[in-house]
């Protein structure tokens, strides 16, 4: 995979309506467990994560059951039109989410408005960052942003023995994605298909896994 797209990537969204069963469905494919992570309090969703490598990890997303009647826009809802089973988003590193947003939206990518985010920890603690919006672009590829700030990045406390080897695109127009992507300084290879997905190839203890 291209070194320039590597180092930006900073997680892979997999979209489950059940958390312990993604985490079960992950194993089963890798052979390491993810952990859950925690709640994104007011958003109705909770995860469990794994190491990709350094400073890389992999996200398993799902509805969070404490949290049934979140109202308003949420991550839930975004979450809950999306496939499940299925490898739905990524999210790349920023140092600067409001300078990236503008330049977007210079160029008619809309990145939505640049929010806070958090979630609490297993210990008691919050962990927090800033982001673009994740609901901005649910019905295609272009990932959010994200920027930790003071935060240790989470790949560092994850179960690891599993490596992002490759990530790649189909979608049915793919130069208008890949004109996005050049605006985003993205490389990332868009081939041409019937139905948009993302596509990471993952070395794992189990061998070399395709996630889709």
């Not at 927090?128 to 990045?153: Q, R, V």
């Amino acid at each position: 995979m291209n070194k320039h797209l590597h180092s930006k990537i900073d997680h892979l969204i997999f979209n489950v309506r059940d958390l312990h069963k993604g985490i079960a469905i992950i194993e089963s494919l890798t052979g390491v467990a993810p952990v859950i992570a925690g709640r994104h309090q007011g958003e109705g969703t909770w995860n469990a994560l794994m190491s990709l490598g350094k400073g890389i990890y992999f996200e398993v997303i799902a509805p969070d059951p404490q949290q049934p009647n979140v109202q308003g826009p949420s991550w839930v809802q975004t979450i809950r039109s999306m496939p499940e089973n299925r490898l739905v988003n990524w999210c790349v590193k920023t140092r600067d989410p409001y300078t990236l947003a503008e330049h977007a939206q210079e160029h008619q990518i809309d990145l939505g408005a640049v929010m806070n985010g958090s979630r609490q920890k297993n210990d008691g603690s919050t962990l927090s960052w800033t982001l673009t919006d994740l609901k901005a672009n649910p019905a295609n590829l272009i990932p959010f942003f994200i920027d930790w700030g003071e935060s240790d990045h989470p790949s560092e406390s994850l179960p690891g023995g599993c490596r992002l080897i490759s990530l790649e695109a189909v979608h049915p127009e793919p130069a208008i994605l890949q004109d996005a992507f050049k605006v985003l300084d993205l490389p990332l290879k868009v081939y041409a298909g019937n139905e948009q997905r993302l596509i990471a190839r993952l070395e794992t203890p189990r061998g070399e896994v395709v996630l889709l």
